[in-house]
């Protein structure tokens, strides 16, 4: 392994004067952004192939190497990461770097085998931080604003990363962590944060405790919350811009890229969040037949290739996450990405019909008389699949409404998807709530020969 990396190409970790001015790379021009991919893509290649003998076998195996990238297109000819390849060199035989070099390690646990362990230098960190306070900046969050970062701390990307990004546009933070929902509500009544960071059901679940104690959750200080690390749509966005009278923005990343702040929403377009291309570059690819790359506008599954990491660059990394590119508007030089409502992980194939928890949510919010609050149970009774949507009426719905609602949702669900499925509307506050990532899919099918 060599241990002299030569420098990233044109990054500098200095912050501005004025922390809440946008930085030279996020107003570059799509030309400008474009020849820096080229320039930092060329490094990245060189730096994985030369240091991580994972890449130097994958790119050997497919008979590529560095040299052969002369344009942005010729990524193509490149091989795809996925999460097994990180499992297959646990814990740290994916880094590029000496161990001496990485200051700081998380890893995410994963619903099976092994975590996935990520690695950050001090200049990786530092990047990281510019790109969270740049999309916190974009959100509307300005240097001096009180911040409640209810994104959990530990291993997960989301709290640490938040924070420092925070730090680093100049904002004071409160690290609360997720869960303690009463003190949450306690240090926003008290300290008055002028926004919060968590996952969107998270804030739901803030909302709901703050009627339960009897308190209006639209008379806090909250102005702007920054939301992530899971699917929502846009009925949930208005559901919590009304209900808490913020302004609902979006946050994404996933921590193989780097963790939160891969991409972030403008609050004065609020039409998706813009990918930072000088650190990232986005595919789209047919997650069936991943030999084809998709064209902006085309729907796929997300792809990215780190273009300034260190410690761990990645390479055509597949996210599993299903969405399209869009030219950018609040920054130009830097794409947009669909609404991210769908993982590939997450589809559920009931009877031959696919379906998402999201559409789910999405059909619910316009069915008067359900909440946002609920699970799906898959069960095999006989030998078909059957999925019942467990769902709370919302406190104001009487059990007469909930039933009618449910009759409702059924039949909703049954033409806008295709599946039939079951609907069991429950009391408010039968399910249990998120202090982080929701899980929303139970999957009680007994295996039968
Ligand atoms: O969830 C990083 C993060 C923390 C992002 C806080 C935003 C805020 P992972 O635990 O590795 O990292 O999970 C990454 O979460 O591939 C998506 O499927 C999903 N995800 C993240 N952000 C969004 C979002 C963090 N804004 C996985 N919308 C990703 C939809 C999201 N899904």
């Known amino acids: 392994m060599t241990t002299t990396t030569p420098a990233v190409p044109r990054l500098d970790h200095s912050v501005a004067e004025d922390r809440s001015a946008p930085d030279r790379e996020e107003l570059m021009s799509r030309d400008e952004v474009e020849a820096l991919q080229l320039e930092r893509l060329q490094w990245t290649l060189r730096h994985a192939y030369e240091n991580v003998p994972m890449y130097t076998r994958k790119f050997d195996e497919a008979g590529v190497h560095p040299d052969d990238l002369k344009e942005l297109d010729d990524l193509a000819k490149f091989p795809y990461t996925d999460k097994s390849d990180l499992r297959d060199n646990y814990p740290f035989d994916t880094f590029a770097v000496p161990m001496s070099q ?12 092994k975590p996935t362990v990520v690695g950050y230098t001090e200049g990786d960190l530092a990047s990281w931080a510019t790109l969270v306070a740049r999309c916190l900046r974009l959100s509307g969050v300005r240097p001096g604003d009180l911040l409640q970062n209810s994104y959990g701390y530990g291993l997960f990307t989301g709290g640490l990363g938040a924070h420092y990004g925070a730090e680093r546009l100049g904002c004071t933070v409160v690290p609360m962590s997720g869960g303690q929902t009463e003190t949450q509500i306690q240090l926003i009544h008290d300290f008055e944060p002028a926004a919060i960071l968590c996952t969107p059901t998270y804030l739901l679940a803030i909302m709901d405790a703050m009627r339960g104690l009897g308190i209006d959750p639209r008379g806090t200080s909250l102005r702007t919350a920054v939301l992530g690390a899971e699917p929502w749509t846009y009925k949930m966005r208005q559901e919590l811009e009304d209900g808490m009278g ?27 969040s813009h990918i930072w291309e000088d650190h990232f570059r986005p595919e789209i690819i047919d997650p069936l037949e991943p030999t084809r790359t998709r064209a902006d506008g085309e729907d796929g599954e997300l792809v990215f290739t780190s273009l300034t990491k260190v410690a761990m660059p990645v390479i055509r990394y597949r996210t599993h996450d299903l969405t399209h590119l869009m030219p950018g508007t609040a920054r130009p030089g830097h794409r947009r990405m669909g609404a991210l409502t769908v993982r590939n992980d997450d589809m559920i194939i009931l009877r031959g019909v696919n379906l998402f928890p999201t559409q789910i949510e999405e059909i619910a919010l316009t069915v008067p008389g359900l909440s946002p609050h609920f699970q799906l149970e898959l069960t095999r009774p006989g030998r078909m699949d059957e999925l019942t949507v467990k769902i709370e009426r919302r406190q104001d719905a009487t059990a007469e409404d909930g039933a009618a609602a449910a009759r409702l949702l059924q039949k909703e669900i049954k033409t806008k998807i295709g599946s039939s499925v079951r609907v069991d509307v429950l009391e408010p506050h039968a399910l249990p709530r998120s202090v982080g990532k929701l899980r929303r899919i139970y999957d009680n099918r007994q295996v039968r020969d």
């Open 246 to 272: 913020v302004n609902a923005l979006d946050i994404y990343g996933l921590s193989e890229v780097m963790g939160p702040g891969v991409a972030g929403e403008s609050c004065e377009t609020k039409d998706g």
């Open 102 to 113: 990485v200051r700081r390690v998380h890893a995410s646990s994963g619903t099976t085998g």
